[in-house]
């Protein structure tokens, strides 16, 4: 951190000469955050580059689309770009492409959570057409799988290792106490924001297969068909030819899924950077040589990267692209402190001089640089517009929220295999918090399940999956 950048965050910290600190760190965490967005954009283009043409054939065509739409807004919006009036149509443009990669990504992330549910029905049907080893006596075996959970006295560890062998163990509880487990979770978001409680019902939602929508067949009617493939399976009578077709069917789709969501992963880093670009526009000014010289560099790559997805085919770097690789090889990771420092400024400030932001006519760059600040946060896809609610859940509110996902659910398992509701419960009851109370709680379910769990082939394979947890 440089002087200048640590006095000045020290004094907004501190509450000191705001009116004089708060317009200068303001066009200081632009210039930054613009320096950094066009070196970690051009590296981003240049790996979106390699992606594409190593796996771009096996791309959906929506996909496809929004890299042809980047590189139009990076041409002609970033490099191109004539008159400052027309920045907000370009603005405007990656905005709606983002949302629709964000929205494209929730599709593929539903998904990924059905085949999951999928996979470990099939997974327990395996042995019935494989060989199996003779296990222990189920009370052996629950003493083993203690160990390995309480081994250590790291207690975040300790109830990972439950969930992890919650989510793999025979489930042979009730309808009923599945419903207690979910409620008891929920109950006690009683205080929290309205925010975390949606966020926990939309996590325990998408595992549970509640949110299937007919946008995911008009977006995927590939991998609907194969879902609706997978649906019809009896898995009380499936035949060896059956447990065949469909584990390949499985296999085929998670290879499509795991194209496409590297593609969606690459394609919002790119979208993040260039949207950061375009809000920083209007605020750029002076910088020093050296800084200079690294957005030169970087800009240098960004054009020649894009002339060359202009011409479709596949060229190797040149000599000129490398030399500039070097010059900012490492600035990106120079500059990560600096942005938390900026990223913190500017929390505080908002919090508690949006006013006087206001009063100084600098409440654009300041909404400009928070939707920044979320746009380089951990989560890449967050919602932009989301308004966030701090109100706390009333009883009521959760009574309600309660009744309307259990009921979900109960509609959801009555049109299901058994064993995909067993895998719907595995797949919500080992996200949800712990809900044992001690070691003999955790002891007695472990045995109920193996002792509950008549069908050997099932045993098995839970058992093989949660002995090579026990290896790592």
């Known amino acids: 951190m440089s002087k200048n950048l640590k006095s000045i965050y020290n004094n907004i910290i501190?509450?000191?000469?705001?009116?004089?600190?708060?317009?200068?760190?303001?066009?200081?965490?632009?210039?930054?955050?613009?320096?950094?967005?066009?070196?970690?954009?051009?590296?981003?283009?240049?790996?979106?580059?390699?992606?594409?043409?190593?796996?771009?054939?096996?791309?959906?065509?929506?996909?496809?689309?929004?890299?042809?739409?980047?590189?139009?807004?990076?041409?002609?919006?970033?490099?191109?770009?004539?008159?400052?009036?027309?920045?907000?149509?370009?603005?405007?443009?990656?905005?709606?492409?983002?949302?629709?990669?964000?929205e494209g990504m929730e599709k593929v992330t539903l998904?990924?959570?059905?085949?999951?549910?999928?996979?470990?029905?099939?997974?327990?049907?395996?042995?019935?057409?494989?060989?199996?080893?003779?296990?222990?006596?189920?009370?052996?075996?629950?003493?083993?799988?203690?160990?390995?959970i309480f081994d250590g006295?790291?207690?975040?560890?300790?109830?990972?290792?439950?969930?992890d062998v919650i989510g793999q163990l025979p489930v042979r509880i009730t309808k009923q106490k599945y419903y207690d487990y979910i409620s008891d979770s929920l109950n006690e978001l009683m205080g929290a924001s309205k925010d975390v409680l949606d966020t926990y019902i939309y996590f325990i939602r998408g595992c549970a297969m509640l949110d299937l929508s007919q946008d995911m067949k008009e977006a995927y009617p590939e991998l609907w068909e194969k879902k609706e493939k997978l649906e019809q399976l009896d898995f009380r009578a499936i035949s060896r030819e059956e447990f065949q077709a469909a584990s390949q069917l499985l296999q085929?789709?998670?290879e499509l899924l795991e194209v496409e969501s590297t593609a969606f992963y690459v394609l919002i880093d790119l979208v993040n950077e260039l949207y950061t670009l375009l809000?920083?526009?209007?605020?750029?000014?002076?910088?020093?040589?050296?800084?200079?010289?690294?957005?030169?560099?970087?800009?240098?790559?960004?054009?020649?990267?894009?002339?060359?997805?202009?011409?479709?085919?596949?060229?190797?770097?040149?000599?000129?692209?490398?030399?500039?690789?070097?010059?900012?090889?490492?600035?990106?990771?120079?500059?990560?402190?600096?942005?938390m420092s900026y990223e913190d400024g500017l929390y505080h400030i908002d919090k508690n001089y949006a006013n006087l932001v206001e009063s100084m006519g600098k409440a654009e760059i300041m909404k400009s640089l928070l939707i920044i600040k979320d746009l380089h946060s951990a989560s890449k896809f967050i919602d932009l517009d989301n308004k966030s609610s701090d109100k706390p859940v009333d009883k009521e509110e959760l009574r309600?929220?309660?009744?309307?996902?259990?009921?979900?659910?109960?509609?959801?398992?009555?049109?299901?295999?058994?064993?995909?509701?067993?895998?719907?419960?595995?797949?919500?009851m080992n996200k949800i918090p712990v809900f044992f109370n001690n070691h003999t709680e955790v002891m007695d379910y472990v045995l109920y399940s193996l002792n509950k769990c008549t069908d050997m082939a099932e045993k098995y394979a839970a058992m093989e999956i949660i002995y090579s947890m026990m290896e790592e």
């Open 252 to 254: 085929e789709t998670v």
């Open 153 to 163: 006295e790291d207690n975040l560890l300790i109830n990972e290792r439950i969930k």
């Open 400 to 428: 309600q929220e309660i009744d309307k996902l259990i009921k979900e659910l109960d509609e959801r398992f009555k049109g299901s295999d058994r064993m995909i509701t067993r895998a719907i419960m595995a797949n919500t």
């Open 111 to 148: 998904y990924a959570d059905l085949i999951e549910i999928f996979e470990y029905a099939l997974n327990r049907v395996e042995y019935r057409f494989n060989e199996m080893q003779e296990l222990e006596d189920d009370e052996e075996i629950a003493k083993e799988v203690l160990r390995f």
């Open 14 to 102: 501190k509450d000191k000469n705001p009116q004089e600190n708060i317009p200068e760190f303001l066009g200081m965490a632009t210039e930054k955050y613009n320096t950094y967005a066009t070196v970690r954009l051009a590296l981003h283009y240049y790996t979106s580059y390699e992606i594409y043409w190593d796996e771009g054939e096996n791309w959906s065509a929506i996909l496809h689309d929004y890299i042809k739409k980047i590189n139009s807004v990076v041409s002609n919006g970033l490099l191109g770009l004539k008159y400052r009036e027309d920045l907000d149509q370009y603005i405007k443009q990656i905005d709606e492409i983002r949302q629709g990669i964000t």
């Open 279 to 339: 809000l920083c526009a209007p605020y750029i000014g002076q910088v020093s040589e050296v800084e200079n010289q690294q957005r030169e560099a970087a800009l240098y790559i960004i054009k020649s990267i894009n002339n060359a997805f202009s011409k479709d085919k596949q060229e190797e770097a040149s000599t000129e692209i490398l030399s500039r690789f070097e010059l900012i090889e490492g600035i990106q990771e120079d500059m990560e402190f600096d942005i």
